[in-house]
């Protein structure tokens, strides 16, 4: 009898869901925006139609809101700024890892704008990474199946919707029929089995089946983004997140005993300061720009480069985790905790100095590569985390969040916009003019995007008729650098 009464309870829920007008036409404007999303940024990115497709759904967002009078403060104003920039950078570079990279942050920083948005934020909270898991993984699973019972409940209501939707039946309907009859008539025919076999192989093209699996990953998304939207406006059956809730989860994550924490970090810290003494020349060697003896250039950049890379992101996940699981953290952390931590953090900034250093040498002799732009970008940006993380074991009150949010936007940002592989191309150009190189690789540049090519063309460097010999033609044509190229070339 409880699991009738259960059922029922689920049934009467269902029922009770009314959209609005406004939502109910929203969940037809969502499912196109989904197949464009679909379409131009993940199947494949194309330039202006991409940077469109995330104006639009950031635009929607800011309207659905103001429609459910939500008002947007002066930081949620400026998130969306921010969104709108990133946004043009499938517009400004050819960059494939770069475009992956920034639909990752746009994905999330959407979800965040609508989270912080509903809720009035004013600035970005203490317990960051909570309200993330909330705005990007919870919310929008919260009300999946809204968007089709949203959809659903639009069609019921409109004379139009619901003959479209006898059309479709029929249409199904008539498909047996329609196929023996068109059988038929090419047996008897051969001009009409001559039009209905174009018919059928334009329907059997690639093309065609590349649409129906767009348009069914379309529907997913476009749940993912009703709900996200829907959720957030509705707040009856969610919980909200509360700074005591945060508190809450991370005390419960404290519970190993300080001094196992510090005999634990105590031999590491030791064999830092062993490694250091044994090797002070050697590393000296990379911050005077000069070759220890018994080197050479590629050897010596090299030969523990990455294995300080490794070091570095160990060191940050150690200090995290200790301050993470010692019982006495916190606001009351002991003054050891702060030592260790600081001690730590001081070992790994010296040892992405050296990395950055040495890599630095390696440049300079033979020049950039992706994997050496992104090396440095990333080293650069452990650095500034560290000098975050030091900095709040001697001020609690310094707002972490707010410091690693605005640092990570701003590295990011320098790493779209800067269009890393005009960068190398530029670089290595002028080296080899310059003499620092032996040789410019020409072909490795145009293995990389338009980008490069671009500056390669720009610089003289080839002429436009080599160019079009040697260049590959984009998957993206919709961007300036593309175009620009196509212009130079044709």
Known sequence: MDEVNIIDTVKAEK?????????????????????????????????????????????????????????????????????YLFS???????????????TLFLISGTGYFVYSTALGKKSLERFL??????????????????????????????????????????????????????????????????????VLDFIASENIWQIICQIIIALPCACYIFSMLYTNIHREKITPLSDEECEKSIASAKCVQNMIIYTAVTPVCILY?????????????AFYGRLPDGYIYSEYARKGFFELCIISVINLSVILIINLLAKKGGRNKPAVLKIYSLILCAFTLVMIAVAISKMVIYISAYGLTRLRVY?????ILLALFFVIIGIKQLRF??????????????????????????????????????????????????????????????????????????????????????????????
């Open 15 to 83: 029922k009770a869901v009314n959209f609005s007008v406004m939502e109910c036409v929203y969940s037809i404007i969502i499912l196109l925006i989904s197949f464009g999303f679909v379409r131009f940024v993940i199947y494949n990115t194309s330039g202006f139609l991409s940077t469109g497709v995330f104006a639009a759904i950031i635009t929607a967002a800011i309207i659905f809101m103001r429609k459910s009078d939500v008002k947007l403060t002066k930081f949620n104003v400026a998130l969306a700024a921010v969104l």
């Open 129 to 198: 990474p909570f309200a993330l898991i909330k705005a990007v993984l919870e919310y929008p699973f919260a009300s999946f199946s809204y968007e089709f019972r949203a959809v659903n409940s639009s069609v019921r209501s409109s004379k139009f919707g619901s003959n479209l939707k006898m059309v479709i039946i029929g249409l199904f309907v008539t498909i047996p029929l329609t196929s023996v009859v068109g059988m038929l008539l090419m047996s008897a025919d051969d001009g009409v089995a001559d039009m209905l076999g174009s």
């Open 273 to 285: 300061v062993m490694f250091f003494i044994s090797q002070a020349n050697y590393f000296l060697s």
């Open 375 to 379: 090396t440095m970008w990333f080293m």
């Open 88 to 102: 043009t950078v499938y517009s400004i570079t050819d960059n494939v890892l770069i475009k992956f990279l920034d």
């Open 397 to 490: 009150e310094f707002p972490t969040a707010k410091w690693t949010a605005a640092v990570f936007t701003v590295m990011f940002a320098v790493l779209c916009f800067s269009r890393p592989d005009a960068i190398i191309a530029k670089y290595n150009i002028e080296m080899y003019n310059a003499g620092s190189l032996d040789e410019l690789d020409i072909n490795s540049l145009f293995e990389l995007s338009d980008d490069a090519v671009l500056t390669v063309i720009k610089s003289g460097a080839v002429t436009p008729e080599d160019a079009e010999s040697k260049h590959n033609s984009s998957n993206d044509p919709h961007n300036i650098s593309s175009m620009l190229v196509n212009k130079y070339i044709s």
